[in-house]
């Protein structure tokens, strides 16, 4: 079944609620308070459907001091109804509702010319064209239709709903990254913690767990409401009611709930933004920062030294960390009006100076990804990941991938999603031959490079390695790569006598394994290999956790230990560490826990004995 999300918009006491209840019998203004003022306060729902398409309504308030809710709604609308007292035409807030759903993306909009039975014909007709012409204003909205109805007519009311069923397919860009903005929370007795939204993307199942932006925190989905009615699954553009267990957590309108490990936190951003009526964006501004149902005090900090601006590219810098993604719309308000909306053109905090952010944010704007990637590849030295292509560009992890095998003069990690540029392979490739030169005896494998490496990737240095290998630089054997010009009968044998030669170098203070490994040039799999032979044919002691020594330096050491004890009565750290003064309290606990163990020692305190 389609899905459509349409808000209700228009002035106060323009009938908006009631024309809901004539539409689908719900009767919105809910709250004692609502019924009381006789106005909308917060946001209502309700829905209707036919055989093929389930239309969820949003009302929003159309009171000048509540248009921080009315901003909250109109983020999940895919159309919007627009209440419109034929005898009074545009309002204040009429207009402001209007700007608001074109900052906002809301394309599509229906007029239902309210109270119509109340005007007459001409007066209608009238505006109608005013409507048109003021709509046609806006280069984002379309006009899909201008009705006259009456709550008292109940045609009239039917050829809305008709209307409303025949709005066009609204095309939605998606990547498949859930994301829900909180727009209400409470607890029911028996079932926990609920909370009401839309899905702006992807989808959520029973069971899922999903994680709380802004805490950090995962909760499970114990069950999923949509229009009142259990499902499995909710997908984006539906209104959905989800009971999260063991949600311990303070949940409130403007939190994120979204898939675990795909979204990063930055306090600042870059935007694209538009002013409205004329206003103009000044530098250093702080300003009420709107997106889905999130409110968040910013600054705006705009790029070229201007003092202000009507639109253009600016930083916002937040008190708190967000969690936005790219091209998602936003409406800024000052002392309670708005004053211009935009889209976010990159939502992760850049380090990069101004001459190169500005082209970036051009391409961003332009969705030239690929020229986008050029610019991120060529200022992240050492690879540019695209684990994070979904909040970055909107895009899938495959849909990045594509773009990045259309690049020139670089190698690809699919595995990895890390895009490296060419010159770093050339940087790795020359200190690799290094390590060979340096050391003709060096083993290594990818793995344990790129271990030691940390910013290459495993299958970067695996394609240089393997380059090397056809250039007849390298022979690869047994999952090791060697120097193909020296011959080694017994690699295994040379392997543990090497390993054994630095421990027993380092006497009863070795270095620890992997130093060991990192200066042979060893693939750490094969000397982890080799200790394990040497601690079971006895030449080796494992101690502790990287801490091995020789049978021959532990045996020396206990015999030193028992005749400190025969001399002084006993023995403890500290009159263990005045015999040893370097060695550090890692290895004295080591050696006394190993001389517990011997025959002919007991223990009482701390103190050793015969």
């Known amino acids: 079944m389609r899905q459509l999300i349409i808000g209700t ?95 906002v993306g809301v394309r599509n909009l229906i007029i239902a010319l309210t109270k119509s039975d109340l005007a007459d014909s001409s007066t209608i007709e009238a505006r109608k064209q005013e409507l048109a012409e003021y709509i046609g204003g806006f280069e984002t909205l379309s006009l899909v239709d201008i009705l006259p109805v009456s709550i008292h007519e109940p045609d ?84 959905a009611a989800l009971n999260l267990q063991s949600a311990k957590l303070t949940l409130k309108k403007g939190l994120l709930l979204t898939r675990k490990g795909f979204l990063r936190g930055f306090g600042t951003i870059d935007i694209w933004l538009e002013s409205v009526a004329g206003h103009h964006i000044r530098h250093d501004t702080t300003v009420q920062f709107f997106i889905g149902t999130k409110q968040l005090e910013a600054k705006v900090l705009l ?26 719309p936003f409406v800024l308000s000052l002392s309670g009006r708005v004053i211009a909306g935009g889209r976010v053109i990159n939502p992760i905090d850049e380090p990069m100076k101004k001459r190169l952010k500005l082209p970036l944010l051009e391409q961003l704007k332009a969705r030239d990804f690929k020229a986008a990637f050029r610019s991120l590849v060529a200022t992240h030295k050492r690879g540019f990941g695209l684990i994070s292509s979904n909040q970055r560009f909107g895009l899938n992890h495959d849909e990045a991938l594509q773009i990045a095998r259309e690049l020139e003069d670089v190698f690809v990690d699919e595995a990895g999603l890390v895009v490296y540029p060419t010159h770093i392979m050339h940087e790795l490739r020359q200190s690799l031959a290094d390590i060979y030169t340096k ?40 999952g090791i790569y060697k120097n193909a010009h020296i011959n080694i009968n017994d690699i295994h044998t040379l392997i543990l006598n090497n390993i054994y030669a630095k421990l027993d170098a380092g006497g009863i203070v070795p270095e620890a394994p992997y130093n060991i490994y990192d200066a042979m040039d060893l693939d750490r799999k094969m000397g982890d290999n080799a200790l394990k032979k040497l601690t079971k044919s006895r030449k080796a002691v494992r101690l502790a956790h990287n801490l091995f020594v020789t049978y021959e330096n532990l045996q ?31 290895y004295l606990i080591a050696y006394l826990e190993y001389l517990d163990k011997q025959s002919g020692i007991k223990k009482e305190g701390n103190r050793r004995m015969l």
Do not use: C
């Not at 627009?82 to 005898?87: C, E, K, P, S, T």
């Not at 409303?164 to 409470?186: K, M, Q, T, V």
């Open 156 to 239: 009239s009311i039917e050829r809305l709903r008709e209307a409303l069923y025949a709005l066009p397919e609204i095309p939605r860009r998606e990547n498949g990254l859930f994301r829900y903005y909180i727009d209400r929370s409470f607890s029911i007795s028996g079932a926990g913690t609920v909370v009401t939204g839309t899905v702006l993307d992807g989808e959520i199942r029973v069971g899922d767990k999903i994680t709380v932006a802004e805490y950090a925190k995962e909760v499970q989905i114990r069950n999923i409401q949509v229009h009142e009615q259990d499902v499995q699954v909710a997908t984006a553009s539906q209104r």
């Open 439 to 478: 050391n003709q005896y060096a083993l290594l494998s990818a793995r344990s490079i790129s271990a030691k490496t940390k910013w290459a990737s495993e299958s970067l240095v695996e394609h240089i390695l393997k380059d090397m290998a056809i250039e007849g630089l390298l022979k690869f054997e047994n």
């Open 303 to 328: 790029y070229g030294g201007e003092e202000s601006i009507q639109k253009g590219f600016a930083k916002l810098r937040f008190r708190e960390k967000t969690y936005l993604v790219y091209d998602e």
């Open 556 to 586: 020396a050491l206990t015999a030193q230990l028992k005749q400190i004890i025969r001399n002084e009565g006993y023995i403890e750290i500290s009159n263990f560490k005045q015999h040893f003064p370097d060695l550090s309290r890692k």
């Open 9 to 103: 918009a228009g002035h106060v006491d323009h009938g908006k609620t009631a024309l809901i209840k004539a539409l689908t019998g719900f009767e919105g203004d809910s709250t004692e308070e609502e019924r009381r003022r006789g106005i909308t306060i917060d946001l209502s729902f309700s829905h209707i459907q036919n055989g093929e398409t389930n239309i969820a309504f949003i009302d929003v308030p159309g009171h000048e001091k509540l248009i921080k809710n009315m901003i909250a709604g109109a983020f999940g609308f895919d159309a919007s109804l627009v209440a419109l007292d034929v005898n009074e035409g545009v309002m204040p807030q009429t207009a402001e509702h209007i700007q608001i759903l074109s900052l």
